[in-house]
């Protein structure tokens, strides 16, 4: 017999905590000089860029790697046209289909994080930031245990290309 998940607590979900944290661990820490922000599984990387040679870098890596570029939506604009002021922001969308079906396969509801979605915005004192989802977090947000090795392939991109424009 299966013990629901509403019974499961105590020492033995504490393990099974820190069993997927465990072997997660190596995904997240792929991220090298990324700050992850709590629990809220975004990863941000400072840019030493603006806002436009930091996408121009970014667009540019991801044509490099022959990684398919989906769109690019400039939020602050759509927000201007609404008559709301917003720091610039744009989102980058793109992906690897091959990739990207094996999440879905393991997981239908991971489309919702796929393609990958990166934030390019500026704070308030002029910082430019690239801001994506962390890949274990994915993993974990959509109870994907059998895609390691892609996960940490996925991993692996996003921080190449993210290194693109982190301050050194």
Same mark, same amino acid.
């Given at each position: 017999?299966?013990?629901?998940?509403?019974?499961?607590?105590?020492? !033995?979900? !504490?393990? #099974?905590?820190?069993?997927?944290?465990?072997?997660?661990?190596? #995904?997240?820490?792929?991220?090298?000089?990324?700050? *992850?922000?709590?629990?809220?599984? *975004? #990863?941000? *990387?400072?840019?030493?860029?603006?806002?436009?040679?930091?996408?121009?870098?970014?667009?540019?890596?991801? =044509?490099?790697?022959?990684?398919?570029?989906?769109?690019?939506?400039? +939020?602050?604009?759509?927000?201007?046209? !609404?008559?709301?002021?917003?720091?610039?922001?744009?989102?980058?969308?793109?992906?690897?289909?091959?990739?990207?079906? +094996?999440?879905?396969?393991?997981?239908?509801?991971?489309?919702?994080?796929?393609?990958?979605?990166?934030?390019?915005?500026?704070?308030?004192?002029?910082?430019?930031?690239?801001?994506?989802?962390?890949?274990?977090?994915?993993?974990?947000?959509?109870?994907?245990?059998?895609?390691?090795?892609?996960?940490?392939?996925? =991993?692996?991109?996003?921080?190449?290309?993210?290194?693109?424009?982190?301050?050194?």
């Amino acid at each position: 017999m299966t013990a629901s998940p509403r019974r499961l607590g105590g020492p !033995a979900l !504490a393990a #099974i905590v820190l069993a997927a944290s465990a072997a997660l661990a190596p #995904i997240a820490a792929s991220a090298q000089g990324a700050t *992850v922000a709590g629990t809220d599984g *975004v #990863i941000r *990387v400072k840019s030493a860029y603006g806002m436009d040679e930091t996408i121009a870098r970014i667009r540019a890596d991801i =044509a490099a790697k022959g990684i398919l570029f989906f769109s690019s939506v400039d +939020q602050s604009r759509l927000a201007a046209d !609404a008559g709301i002021k917003l720091n610039p922001s744009t989102l980058l969308t793109f992906g690897n289909p091959p990739l990207g079906a +094996q999440f879905l396969t393991a997981s239908a509801s991971s489309g919702l994080d796929w393609p990958v979605r990166l934030l390019v915005h500026q704070d308030d004192s002029g910082t430019v930031w690239a801001a994506y989802t962390d890949f274990a977090w994915i993993a974990e947000r959509h109870h994907i245990t059998n895609r390691r090795d892609q996960f940490a392939t996925a =991993a692996g991109v996003v921080e190449s290309i993210t290194s693109t424009v982190r301050g050194r």
